[in-house]
């Protein structure tokens, strides 16, 4: 067997790979024989079929099967032992490769097309200038958040005066007909009614201002619009039975309870950020903002790679790439692509994947690790995100542990957080390596150019 690459230019190559009879026959003889005691052939025991008849029913096919199993084998084998950057995958060449003849040839000759990685240099030094977004957080975006916490960890505290209209009345419902309690009635022993949820005024007025003890007529249709979900709530009835409830209602108020928010103490400290972890407002407060200022950081490192991205590019303009190539790769790769999609997106694609390769170079030259506790800790920080947005910002330890331990289950989740991995490393180093231009921007103002750079961004691709 002889594996050679042939390169037709920087870029483009072919790989030719030479059989002779020995190289495939021992597998043709196995695989026949592997076959022959498994037959099923009538007039003939199982595993008894003279060889002679499989070789002469089955013989061509199983030739070509070895042999391309083997062919594969020995491309993807000289690929790897040689280090070899392609770029997709090898495509059988179409013009140099000969008719095979399983029939009569004993020697083969199979012939790949092969794109390979453009070789380049990548300089980066103090000449180069980007941009990194520090963002300043308003006092009015701290104190929003404060409020929220205060909000959210609030309780219900009973009241023995008049009732608000935010206030929660618990009581029973009993259903009426002139006054009294109606025969065979509709009766709730634990009603709830907020008034500031009902939809009628004059309704909502009988409520705010009333006191435990007090008893209440009313109808919940008119109360709440003939909305059959919020009076079906109510009733703890179905909503196919709103429908035939027209009478009116008492409530017996047996209780009031009013929301009372949270105080900035440390009850309310242990609840967001864990027990003891602060033990003032003055660190409570620095500690929320650093929490807030760390929603920001994706999206400001986004930019950075963004310009990076356009200095990098900008430097492998002129960088040969395999294009002819790549075109018919993508072709072949997805059945969905066709010759005037591929023309359209392959700017775009060829783009991707120079940054790709620019980001890979850098990983090697600099000698850049990612390890196993790496994509661990990236998964951490993206589980506590992600219980943030919720509110939730104080999640147990075990819980946040056997979340991420889910999460990297996902063999797809696992390569995306990878790459994230190492696209912050990268970042990391391209910080320390061009000059940094640090700029210091309101987050409201940051926002903006979010909004913009993303109508930009809607704007290029609807004209492409």
Do not use: C
């Amino acid at each position: 067997m002889k594996v050679t690459l042939n390169k037709t230019n920087n870029v483009n190559g072919i790989i030719a790979i030479e059989l002779e009879k020995p190289d495939y026959q021992d597998n043709v003889d196995k695989s026949l024989n592997q076959f022959r005691q498994k037959a099923n052939i009538p007039g003939f025991r199982q595993g008894k079929v003279p060889k002679g008849i499989i070789q002469k029913m089955y013989g061509k096919s199983i030739l070509a099967e070895e042999i391309n199993k083997l062919v594969s084998n020995e491309l993807y084998k000289y690929i790897k032992d040689n280090d070899l950057n392609i770029l997709g995958e090898p495509l059988p060449n179409e013009e140099e490769q000969k008719t095979i003849d399983f029939d009569k040839d004993e020697n083969f000759e199979f012939k790949f097309d092969v794109a390979l990685a453009p070789e380049f240099e990548l300089s980066l030094n103090k000449r180069d200038t980007l941009t990194s977004y520090n963002i300043k957080l308003e006092d009015d975006l701290l104190d929003k958040q404060y409020d929220a916490y205060k909000q959210n960890y609030g309780t219900y505290k009973k009241v023995d005066g008049e009732a608000v209209e935010t206030d929660l009345l618990k009581g029973k419902i009993i259903e009426i007909d002139n006054g009294e309690p109606k025969e065979n009635l509709l009766e709730i022993e634990n009603g709830i009614i907020m008034p500031s949820y009902i939809k009628d005024e004059e309704t909502k007025k009988k409520f705010v201002g009333s006191k435990v003890g007090d008893s209440i007529v009313f109808n919940p249709k008119t109360a709440y619009d003939n909305n059959a979900t919020e009076i079906a709530s109510l009733l703890q009835i179905s909503k196919d039975d709103v429908n035939e409830v027209n009478s009116d209602f008492t409530f017996e108020i047996q209780e009031v309870t009013r929301y009372e928010e949270a105080e900035m103490n440390q009850e309310l400290f242990d609840k967001v950020l864990g027990e003891g972890v602060v033990s003032s407002e003055e660190d409570f407060k620095s500690k929320v903002a650093e929490m807030l200022s760390s929603q920001f950081k994706p999206a400001a490192d986004s930019l950075f790679m963004k310009s990076a991205r356009e200095l990098i590019l900008k430097k492998l303009k002129d960088v040969e790439f395999p294009d002819a190539f790549l075109k018919r790769w993508l072709l072949v790769a997805n059945e969905k692509n066709t010759e005037e999609t591929i023309e359209t997106d392959y700017p775009k694609i060829a783009e991707d994947l120079k940054f790709h390769l620019s980001k890979e170079k850098i990983v090697k030259e600099q000698d850049i690790k990612i390890e196993n506790t790496d994509v661990e800790a990236f998964a951490a920080e993206v589980a506590k995100a992600q219980f943030s947005q919720y509110g939730m910002s104080n999640v147990p330890a075990d819980v946040l542990e056997n979340y991420v331990k889910r999460m990297l289950t996902d063999q797809n989740t696992v390569r995306n957080m990878y790459d994230h991995v190492v696209e912050n490393k990268v970042m990391d180093w391209l910080k320390q390596t061009v000059k940094l231009n640090e700029k210091e921007i309101s987050s409201k103002d940051f926002d903006k150019l979010l909004s913009k750079d993303s109508e930009e961004k809607e704007n290029k691709e609807d004209k492409e």
